[in-house]
């Protein structure tokens, strides 16, 4: 079986196979069977391995299953790395917690290795689950596509080349070599919804609502997020562009678009402009759409809205940014590049602010509303204002999207 099981991964990685590849490891059967399985593969294609473990500091076990993927790794002469999660402050989900730190922790070590891409252990099983959970909650098309084969972020591309596979499938075959695996017992834990989806699956199950049909629920759901993606993009390219770092709508051709659609755009627009790296949930954002057909706007996850006559701008909350400071050849609010003359180390960057606009009596000459200048870049030295580029102040200083003002389009093609 193992040919075929490698087979299916490698499809994954066609038909242009990373140079280097990171494989995320737990010691677990999943991501286990996965480092064997890409072991083999990266064999055939020329493919560096580099293994990754967090170890989340929950259980005092996690340690001990970190020391047996490094033994395994060593066995299979595959570079090993062990992360620790040490942030854990006791509130808040714990589940989603230590996923975000895993991809955070991971992500940074890939960048550090630069590697191309990060293999994960999902299964069908996960994927399953995953829409279970996701029809509790209520979602919508995009919720029910669950997890892509194939996403960046971060800069990384991550890769699920398992999301095909049953667990029982990859069990067997490393039952078959003689390769063990550890059982993590949160996976038995009822505290968790993942564990409790599993346990209702396995009764869906005679009923042909197993982890087959869930995963062409996925597939297919993905399908059509991919199609409302395409025509919400046709339709931002005819009626947005960007602005001073905002997003300029016109509004007469907006409130006729499809419901999806327009929630698609808006969407769109908070998250480039936030730079959250998720995207907010659907009740705020029809909630916000609401408010804007009747005249009035909002904020979501530290971005606002609003109508001016015909036009909808979309741009970032000043209290999100008012005490974002750094140096002026940083990176400001994670998307803002400033240039200009040769560094001064007594000048900085923060919003422009009702402060500067104060020093800024011609400011309308900019031909932007109040709220839209007042959240962009501005050079500073102490409380006097040195530049502010998108008001026209200080010609040798300009100030830029970081990855261009396209990001914005090409985020409604992209999951």
Not at 41 to 62: G, M
Not at 158 to 163: F, N, T
Not at 358 to 366: C, F, I, Y
Request: hydrophobic share 45%; with cysteine; net charge neutral.
């Amino acid at each position: 079986m193992t040919g075929a099981l490698s087979d299916a991964v490698a499809q994954h990685l066609l038909p242009h196979p990373p140079a280097g590849l990171g494989v995320a490891v737990s010691g677990g059967s999943d991501s286990t069977a996965l480092l064997h399985l890409l072991y083999k593969v990266a064999q055939s294609y020329s493919i560096t391995l580099h293994a990754v473990t967090v170890d989340h500091k929950l259980r005092p076990e996690a340690a001990c299953e970190a020391a047996q993927v490094a033994q395994l790794c060593r066995d299979l002469d595959i570079p090993h790395t062990v992360l620790s999660w040490t942030d854990w402050d006791g509130r808040g989900n714990l589940q989603k917690a230590a996923r975000d730190a895993r991809y955070r922790l991971i992500g940074a070590w890939a960048r550090d290795q630069a590697l191309d891409a990060v293999a994960l252990g999902h299964t069908l099983d996960d994927q399953a689950e995953t829409v279970l959970m996701r029809l509790a909650r209520g979602s919508g098309v995009d919720g029910l596509a669950a997890m892509a084969p194939r996403r960046l972020s971060q800069g990384i591309t991550w890769i699920r080349p398992l999301l095909g596979l049953t667990r029982a499938e990859l069990r067997s075959d490393l039952q078959a070599q003689g390769v063990p695996w550890v059982d993590d017992p949160s996976n038995d834990d009822l505290r968790f919804d993942r564990v409790r989806m599993r346990q209702a699956l396995a009764l869906l199950a005679p009923l042909g609502i197993d982890a087959q049909a869930l995963g062409q629920v996925a597939f297919n759901m993905a399908r059509a997020r991919d199609a409302l993606g395409w025509q919400a993009f046709l339709e931002a390219r005819r009626i947005a562009r960007i602005d001073a770092g905002a997003v300029r709508i016109d509004w007469r051709s907006y409130r006729t678009l499809p419901d999806e659609a327009a929630r698609r755009i808006l969407l769109s627009a908070i998250g480039w402009i936030s730079g959250s790296g998720y995207a907010p949930r659907r009740r705020p954002v029809l909630g916000l759409i609401d408010a804007l057909k009747q005249g009035t706007g909002g904020t979501v996850d530290g971005v606002q809205a609003w109508r001016d006559r015909d036009t909808l701008w979309v741009v970032r909350e000043y209290q999100a940014v008012r005490d974002l400071r750094c140096a002026p050849d940083a990176l400001w609010d994670g998307r803002w590049r400033v240039e200009g003359p040769a560094a001064q180390s007594d000048l900085h960057l923060t919003a422009l602010g009702e402060d500067g606009l104060k020093q800024l009596p011609d400011w309308r000459a900019a031909g932007l509303p109040r709220d839209v200048l007042r959240v962009t870049p501005a050079v500073w030295r102490g409380a006097d204002l040195v530049a502010a580029p998108l008001a026209a102040l200080g010609k040798d200083w300009v100030a830029r999207i970081d990855g261009g003002e396209d990001a914005f389009f090409a985020a409604l093609l992209s999951h």
